[in-house]
């Protein structure tokens, strides 16, 4: 009996995956059919390991942001390196500082689990567990749009080429976005994310000590645990309220207490600091934008159809 119903399940996914495989558009119903209980498996896993380390939820919120980020949302950023993967893990934005990947892992076996085989691709998986992060921690949530596939390669050289540094000015930051497609007001929404989360001393300590934009009570409260030598790992919330989603992140701007010189940048006299007065006037405003702008970055060039494949393991091609 158990094998008949094991062989009914793998017949209904393959009869699904058929009508679903040449999909070339992202859709939030994509697993409706497909297996319905995916999208109630990433929640609880997601629920669970933020409950254990708030800090997580903004690790698993910026996995998307950099995977998207680097030829599009397609899970490339899960790659473990090897003689034909030049890992984006070992670029520098993410070495010894993106992190997630085993609570990724985990998710996938759930997902399997309850799926009976490997359905939901990997891309999928960072984006719904980065909306499941976001609203595990009070912020807003939305329809992510499904679909996606796995990449089969990886580029550390365009992770460190396309990722955005904590060291960009203002029209620095303006043109990155622009080559993903996003706009002037996807970038300050989309920065908003830093509302959650820690940055290393390393990030900013140039802005710490030399900075001539920044508050100097705030410059000297920082020294204390971001030395002028040494120290570089040590880590400093991202604003006021790391744990909890919220617009603590903009007021913080406008008193030029910024972490990172790029945060700084989106309140420095320039034409972003109208939409930062905005979100901080009108909240609601910040978190409807937040969800539209993290919609639109999830559609930055995903494999869809027949492109790459459903890795059955995040960390390496079938």
Not at 189 to 216: E, Q
Not at 232 to 243: C, V, W, Y
Not at 264 to 283: E, H, K, M
Request: hydrophobic share 40%.
């Amino acid at each position: 009996m158990a094998s008949d119903r094991s062989l009914q399940i793998q017949i209904f996914v393959v009869l699904a995956l058929a009508a679903t495989a040449f999909s070339t558009t992202l859709s939030p119903h994509f697993y409706d059919g497909l297996c319905p209980q995916a999208l109630p498996a990433i929640k609880r896993v997601v629920e669970g390991a933020v409950a254990k380390e708030r800090r997580m939820g903004a690790s698993l919120l910026r996995l998307h942001f950099h995977d998207c980020f680097v030829n599009g949302c397609d899970a490339s950023i899960l790659l473990d390196p090897t003689p034909t993967i030049d890992s984006e893990k070992n670029a520098g934005p993410n070495n010894n500082s993106a992190r997630g990947f085993e609570v990724i892992d985990q998710i996938k076996a759930e997902v399997d689990k309850v799926c009976g085989c490997s359905v939901v691709s990997c891309a999928d998986i960072l984006a719904v567990a980065a909306r499941d992060s976001v609203v595990a921690l009070g912020g807003p949530s939305w329809k992510v749009r499904m679909g996606r596939r796995d990449s089969t390669t990886a580029s550390r050289t365009q992770a460190n080429a396309d990722i955005p540094s904590p060291f960009m000015d203002l029209q620095a930051l303006i043109a990155n976005f622009q080559r993903q497609g996003l706009n002037e007001r996807d970038l300050v929404a989309l920065a908003g994310g830093h509302t959650i989360g820690f940055s290393k001393c390393l990030l900013f300590k140039n802005r710490t000590y030399n900075g001539t934009n920044i508050d100097p009570a705030f410059a000297q409260q920082l020294r204390a645990s971001c030395p002028p030598n040494g120290g570089d790992s040590n880590l400093s919330p991202l604003d006021p309220t790391p744990a909890r989603f919220d617009g603590a992140y903009y007021n913080n701007l406008v008193k030029q207490r910024g972490l990172l010189q790029s945060d700084q940048a989106l309140f420095s006299g320039g034409s972003t600091d109208a939409i930062v007065r905005s979100y901080i006037s009108n909240p609601e405003a910040f978190w409807a934008d937040f969800a539209r702008s993290m919609i639109r970055m999830g559609n930055i060039k995903p494999l869809t159809g027949a492109q790459g494949q459903i890795r059955d393991n995040c960390r390496r091609v079938n």
